[in-house]
Structure formats: C-alpha cells, structure tokens
C-alpha cells in the first residue's frame, strides 16, 4: 500500500515545527501590500505586521493557483505517495478550487477536502489528517474520518474591531447586523465559522467578556476531540483562554496549542482578535 502525504493551503497556521515533524506539506497563499504580493511562507505574524506598518496599505490575500498545487502534488505522487490536501472553505477561497483542478490530473491518487474551517480549526484537521498519514491509514480512510471531523470543528472568535472584516468583503451577508450592533453599542462581535458557514453567536463589551463568552461556548461543545487557541497581534488574552480552556476539558494548558494566527485570519480579523477551537468529539 502506498503511503499517504498530507497538503494544505497557507491559511492552517500549524507551527513549522508541527508542518516539519508530521511531513505536511504547505502551499503558500499570496499576501498583497499594496502593489506588492509576498508568498505566506515568507511572512511571519511579526513581519506581516511591520510590512503593514512600513507600507501604510490594508493587506489583502489571494489563494494558491492550480498551478501551485500540481507541483506539490507531482513531487509527492512521484516520491510514490497518495495526498490528500484540504483547503480552506471553498465558499470564501478559492484554494479549494484551484487544488481540485490540479487534482484531476493524478486520478485516485489525489483527494481534496473542503475543510470548512480557517487558522486553526483547519490546522487541527490537518495535523489529524497527518498523523492518521503516518500511522499507515489510507487516503480513503483519511478522507473519511475528516468527512467526519469537519462538520465537528469550530472556530468561535471575537473581533477587536470590524473595519478589517468589513473590507476584506468575506462577510458581507452578515456585515449589516455586524454593523448595527457593534457601531452602535461598541461591542466586540463573537462568530463562529463551521463546516463553511459564518454566524454571528452574540457580542461583549470587554476582553473579561470575551473570554467568559469563549469560555461559555466552548463548553457547550464539549466533549472536544481536540481544542486550541488563535490570536491575532495584541492578543494578551490568549493565555487566558488557554487557560480556560484547559479547566473545562481537563489538560493542562501547556497541552493545548496556541499560536499567533498568519496573514489569511489576520488581514481580514485585524489586529485583537481572539478565538477558541474546538473538534466535537
């Protein structure tokens, strides 16, 4: 039986040395500054900040070409491997599209799953997917179990500000009840993305609010699979919920990951965002 690799698009935001040790591969998106584009894998969170700083532009992403994705594909398939490459939701990206293209030229030996999730709760579908990879499963039976997690997987979070959602035109269906509630009232809105679809779960009006708001949804889906936190710059709060976190599934909280989220959440959440993540068990 051949041996399965695992694809992803740059909007995962698993750490490079989680991408190194489960030999996942990451094709980059393109992030623009302006007339500038600059590939994802050459950006971290601290210089995806200071590029915005230096060039006084609002960033804007686009997705992998087809074209991208076939040459991470070829080089696996031609190592002797199955993949299996999930993709940030097709509803809003066009990553899951391109790859599905590239796909056709290998047949069975390449599969694409529509993750319906973003940062982290994509990142923890990948790391599953990879590990499942390494522990000799099948492309099929991968593909099966993510069928599973992904309808599972959410990703609650709370922005600091709307004006970067607002111009990065991803909600545009919820952006007048957004609008109204947080223009009016000063609020943080809290969302929630799920197997692709964005809702708008309530508002607070303080990071103490915010955090118990998390914290309150998060148990609600317990029991969790499997949890984590994202953040974007500012987010003095995280180890907060990491902590809260850790009490209402019972690990401690240097089990749990937490990571700075890349330049796909961050140039359409802004900076002070905060988000839980969670796989229902």
Same mark, same amino acid.
């Given at each position: 039986?051949?041996?399965?690799?695992?694809?992803?698009?740059?909007?995962?935001?698993?750490?490079?040395?989680?991408?190194?040790?489960?030999?996942?591969?990451?094709?980059?998106?393109?992030?623009?500054?302006?007339?500038?584009?600059?590939?994802?894998?050459?950006?971290?969170?601290?210089?995806?900040?200071?590029?915005?700083?230096?060039?006084?532009?609002?960033?804007?992403?686009?997705?992998?070409? /087809?074209?991208?994705?076939?040459?991470?594909?070829?080089?696996?398939?031609?190592?002797?491997?199955?993949?299996?490459?999930?993709?940030?939701?097709?509803?809003?990206?066009?990553?899951?599209?391109?790859?599905?293209?590239?796909?056709?030229?290998?047949?069975?030996?390449?599969?694409?799953?529509?993750?319906?999730?973003?940062?982290?709760?994509?990142?923890?579908?990948?790391?599953?997917?990879?590990?499942?990879?390494?522990?000799?499963?099948?492309?099929?039976?991968?593909?099966?179990?993510?069928?599973?997690?992904?309808?599972?997987?959410?990703?609650?979070?709370?922005?600091?500000?709307?004006?970067?959602?607002?111009?990065?035109?991803?909600?545009?269906?919820?952006?007048?009840?957004?609008?109204?509630?947080?223009?009016?009232?000063?609020?943080?809105?809290?969302?929630?993305?799920?197997?692709?679809?964005?809702?708008?779960?309530?508002?607070?009006? /303080?990071?103490?609010?915010?955090?118990?708001?998390?914290?309150?949804?998060?148990?609600?889906?317990?029991?969790?699979?499997?949890?984590?936190?994202?953040?974007?710059?500012?987010?003095?709060?995280?180890?907060?919920?990491?902590?809260?976190?850790?009490?209402?599934?019972?690990?401690?909280?240097?089990?749990?990951?937490?990571?700075?989220?890349?330049?796909?959440?961050?140039?359409?959440?802004?900076?002070?965002?905060?988000?839980?993540?969670?796989?229902?068990?």
């Amino acid at each position: 039986m051949n041996s399965v690799r695992i694809v992803a698009d740059g909007g995962c935001d698993l750490p490079p040395d989680l991408v190194s040790q489960y030999q996942i591969t990451v094709v980059p998106v393109h992030v623009s500054f302006g007339p500038e584009m600059v590939s994802s894998d050459h950006l971290t969170p601290a210089e995806f900040w200071a590029r915005i700083e230096r060039s006084g532009y609002t960033p804007g992403t686009s997705a992998p070409s /087809s074209g991208a994705f076939e040459q991470a594909f070829r080089r696996l398939v031609d190592a002797g491997h199955h993949v299996v490459c999930l993709t940030l939701p097709g509803k809003y990206s066009g990553a899951f599209n391109a790859a599905r293209l590239a796909a056709l030229e290998f047949g069975d030996r390449v599969r694409v799953v529509d993750s319906g999730s973003l940062s982290l709760g994509m990142g923890l579908l990948v790391l599953q997917a990879a590990k499942d990879a390494l522990a000799g499963q099948s492309a099929e039976a991968i593909q099966g179990t993510l069928g599973q997690l992904v309808p599972r997987t959410s990703v609650i979070f709370a922005l600091n500000t709307i004006e970067w959602v607002r111009r990065g035109g991803r909600l545009n269906r919820l952006m007048p009840l957004i609008d109204r509630v947080a223009r009016t009232l000063n609020v943080k809105p809290i969302l929630e993305v799920t197997d692709g679809e964005f809702h708008l779960l309530g508002i607070a009006r /303080s990071t103490k609010g915010v955090l118990r708001r998390l914290e309150d949804e998060a148990r609600i889906r317990l029991p969790a699979h499997s949890v984590a936190a994202a953040y974007t710059r500012g987010g003095q709060a995280a180890s907060e919920l990491v902590n809260a976190l850790g009490r209402i599934v019972g690990v401690p909280p240097g089990e749990i990951m937490c990571a700075e989220a890349g330049p796909v959440f961050a140039a359409h959440a802004g900076p002070g965002a905060l988000g839980a993540v969670l796989i229902r068990a």
